[in-house]
């Protein structure tokens, strides 16, 4: 007789079912979880990536180049990668200048030429060369009032740090007023800057206008060092106004104001000159005791105006520097020696030495 094999009944299939899906979502949900554990650490990871990115982006790395000439150079670095370099803007020279002093009349007699100075300090980086930089007259800009509206460098070169004293020689005016006397760096091609000089307001006068004529001089050719001798210099009064005594004087010159020969001024001989009359000056000069030869020249001078007119010739004195002279030998003399005796006599001897 044959075995009959049991079927499952209806409630063991649903219970069956049920085990399934209970199963089927446990392994879900356990997958969802994992990952979810794994997306997390990958976005730590990738957040600690880029953390490290952008330090590395902003490491600058400086490195000099080996021309000492020569700017710095940048190297920018990211992810371990070079990823630019730069280099730094040149360092152009810049002009600047600051005004030191300045020597000015502050009245002038209308045609007369006049010596004045202005010093000037190069406080930028670029040496000003002859030739390319000047003293530019100003107020108004480039103005020839003067009768110059530059004047050139009195050296080669001034290096930053350096001083320029300007001198030179102007020209009043023709016609009576204020004019401005003031100055400034200039660059040709570029032009002006730094700092001015100090503007002056000078008087220009027409009338009684200041002039002199030389007419004649003595003095001797060569002279011995230390020694004085007598002098004269003849000046004429050319101008239209009268010279006074402690206000006009006759000045040394070559270079003006020198003290060579013992004296810078000689005073009016009387006590005033008119115009188209003569000053006769007669003084006594020392010689230098520098060797080599000297320069005597001289120029009518007005007190806190300035020079004006002729110079005297000039005159180059040769032998200065020498005070030796010859000594004559000593000449023979003779000595009288008195003797006395007991009896009162006397003897006399003559003895040559």
């Known amino acids: 007789m044959s075995k009959k094999t049991s079927k499952p009944s209806q409630l063991e299939k649903v219970s069956s079912l049920k ?64 990823i630019a370099t730069e280099e730094p803007a040149s360092q152009t020279p810049t002009n600047n200048a600051a005004f030191i002093t300045q020597s000015a009349p502050t009245a002038m007699n209308a045609g007369q030429t006049y010596s004045v100075s ?19 007259s100003k107020n108004p800009a480039g103005n020839t009032t003067w009768g110059v509206s530059s004047v050139n460098l009195p050296s080669a070169s001034v290096a930053p740090g350096g001083q320029a004293a300007f001198s030179f020689t102007v020209t009043a005016p023709a016609a009576a007023g204020t004019y401005n006397f003031q100055w400034q760096m200039l660059q040709s091609g570029v032009g002006y800057f730094g700092a001015l000089s100090t503007n002056v307001a000078v008087t220009v006068t027409a009338d009684g206008a200041n002039n002199a004529t030389f007419v004649s001089q003595s003095v ?27 206000a006009y004087y006759l000045g040394s010159q070559n270079p003006a104001g020198n003290g060579t020969w013992g004296l810078s001024q000689v005073g009016l001989p009387t006590s005033s000159v008119s115009p188209g009359n003569q000053a006769a000056f007669t003084f006594s000069v020392t010689a230098p005791t520098t ?8 120029q009518m001078q007005q007190s806190g105006v300035g020079y004006f007119g002729q110079l005297t010739t000039n005159q180059v004195i040769s032998g200065v520097g020498s005070n030796k002279t010859s000594r004559p030998m000593p000449t023979s003399r003779r000595r009288r020696i008195v003797h006395g005796s007991g009896g009162g006599g006397v003897r006399l001897d003559i003895v040559a030495i």
């Open 220 to 246: 001797p050719s060569s002279m011995t060092a230390g020694q004085t001798y007598s002098v004269s210099v003849t000046m004429s009064n050319s101008g239209t106004t009268s010279w006074t005594q402690g």
């Open 118 to 136: 202005v010093t000037m300090s190069n406080s930028g980086t670029a040496t000003w060369s002859q030739g390319n930089y000047y003293l530019g």
């Open 19 to 82: 085990r399934r899906k209970v199963i089927v979502l446990i392994g879900i949900i356990m997958s969802l979880v994992l990952a979810s554990v794994a997306l997390g650490q990958w976005g730590g990871l990738f957040a600690t990536k880029q953390k490290r990115n952008k330090g590395q982006e902003a490491t600058v790395t400086t490195q000099s180049l080996n021309d000492p000439t020569s700017p710095s150079k940048e190297y920018i670095y990211a992810g371990g990668r070079l």
């Open 291 to 298: 060797a080599g030869s000297c320069d005597f020249q001289w």
